[in-house]
């Protein structure tokens, strides 16, 4: 492995002030991603600033808003009473993820933030224009069986591979960021992640040197009922194939609320804004969740392998929303 400075600030505007200073710094959390891709010769750091001493672990509420430190592990902000009881489709989707030992040293900003697991961008021998600008993409014409079908570009097609960001990109959460200068700022989860494009090696709005020092999650309102779906080849644990995290508040047997997030099947956590659209005002019935789904999927491009991707989120979407609604007809 490369070899690295490793710094252990005790104060944000440290860490943030160090990583800004040095294009070759990094920040490590809990490191389950970060330090693979370092053993792996993928990522080379100079300077590794590992923030795990800084006061960003915890969950507080204020007023109908959960606010999560950065530092919390996975497996904490799951056990939390407010998430387990109020937020089922956060709840699941963090268990769902990983398995218990990762999510013990996983924390809650890293996993936001973790790379794709597209097996090129892995693999320094082979061209990847998310590590290298230009370089090309292997997995166009190579193995993509589990790759992206929307927000895809010509130099990218990976998928994002976190849970947890999908659920939250559904419930309007965001993200408390601190940089280098002292200024704090606040950003939504739906303006963080960049689709690729042509470059994509930038992959969300942060800035070099920005932290994220809490998750801000809305709780649902009176009433709405949530849940994650996740369709993964291996049962004990894997990355997902699709995901769908839905909220629904459904009165007199019309959805009143709708929020669909969508996971395994996009380079970004994928919000399905037309799938609300078409929702929203509707009969909570089996044909209108039909119709959610295809448009959820509509603009999808699949290639070769990954085609069935786009039947399945179809689908999926309509599971989740009959299981949310309690609606098969
Ligand atoms: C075998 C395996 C299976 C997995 N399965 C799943 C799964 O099914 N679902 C899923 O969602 N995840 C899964 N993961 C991914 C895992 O959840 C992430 O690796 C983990 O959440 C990353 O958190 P971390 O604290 O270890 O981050 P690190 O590895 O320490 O950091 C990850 C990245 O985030 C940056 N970073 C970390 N914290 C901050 C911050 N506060 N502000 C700014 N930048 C920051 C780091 O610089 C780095 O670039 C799996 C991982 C493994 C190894
Ligand atoms: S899909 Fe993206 S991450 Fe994978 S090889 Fe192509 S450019 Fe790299």
Known sequence: ?????????????????????DPAASFLAGGTTQLDLMKDGVLAPDRLVDITRLPLRGVDRDGDTLVVGALTSMEELAAEPAVAELLPVVHEALLLGASVQLRNMATIGGNLLQRTRCRYFRDPTTPCNKRHRGAGCAALDGVHRGHAVLGTSEHCIATHASDLAVALVALDAAVRVSGPDGGERRVPLTDLYRTPGDTPDVETVLEHGELITAVEVPLLPPGARSHYLKIRDRASYDFAL????????????????????????????????????????????TDVFHAAGRAALDGAVPRRDNAFKVELGR?????????VSGVYW
């Open 1 to 21: 492995m490369h070899a690295f400075e490793y710094l252990r600030p005790a104060e944000v505007g440290q860490a943030t002030a160090t990583v800004a200073a």
């Open 242 to 285: 699709t995901s769908v995290a839905v909220a629904l508040v459904v009165e007199d047997g019309v959805v009143r609320r709708a929020r669909v997030g969508l996971g395994g099947l996009a380079t970004v956590p994928w919000r399905a804004w037309a799938a609300e659209d078409v929702l929203l005002g509707a009969p909570a019935r």
């Open 315 to 323: 689908r999926a979407l309509v599971r989740a929303l009959q299981t």
